[in-house]
């Protein structure tokens, strides 16, 4: 049997994801609770819309690589977050470990259905400044900033057209 093109794959993959997509929504609706796959969701998304490559299983400190004019590449780390209508508007977004090799870090922005709002990208040194400013435990301990500050350090990458 042939192997799949790069375009069937894909094809595949955003099938897959739409049925991924369904089932956490309904999981959602009988329980109240996420069925814990954002952040796949997110990793995808990013790839897909801003043509990045996704980094090998498991690897320690980012999930993709985007391919620089000039030959260089970028270690980006993404983190996604659902926003549900009703929930909070600032919400925390996963943590940030300083210690593990990156470029820069991307926030995907999901709404109710799981399909991406925005996208917001800041830099390694950025966030850093940000996790070590003082007043903030959760910053500062747990590598846990809030969308609003995140937001702040980082720039829009993308947007919904």
Request: charged share 30%; hydrophobic share 35%; with cysteine.
């Amino acid at each position: 049997m042939p192997e799949a093109s790069k375009d069937e794959r894909e094809g595949e993959l955003l099938e897959l994801l739409a049925q991924a997509k369904v089932l956490a929504r309904r999981y959602r609706q009988l329980t109240g609770r996420p069925l814990g796959i954002t952040g796949e969701i997110a990793e995808y998304e990013a790839v897909r819309l801003l043509k990045l490559e996704l980094a090998p299983v498991r690897e320690a400190g980012y999930d993709a690589i985007e391919r620089l004019h000039g030959g260089g590449e970028k270690k980006i780390q993404i983190k996604g977050r659902c926003i549900l209508p009703g929930g909070s508007k600032n919400p925390t977004i996963g943590r940030i470990d300083l210690q593990q090799p990156f470029d820069s870090v991307l926030l995907v922005v999901l709404d109710e259905n799981f399909d991406a709002t925005v996208i917001y990208e800041s830099t390694k040194d950025a966030v850093t400044r940000e996790l070590e400013a003082e007043g903030s435990r959760a910053r500062n301990e747990r590598g846990s900033l809030q969308l609003n500050r995140f937001r702040r350090c980082g720039v829009e990458r993308w947007a919904t057209p």
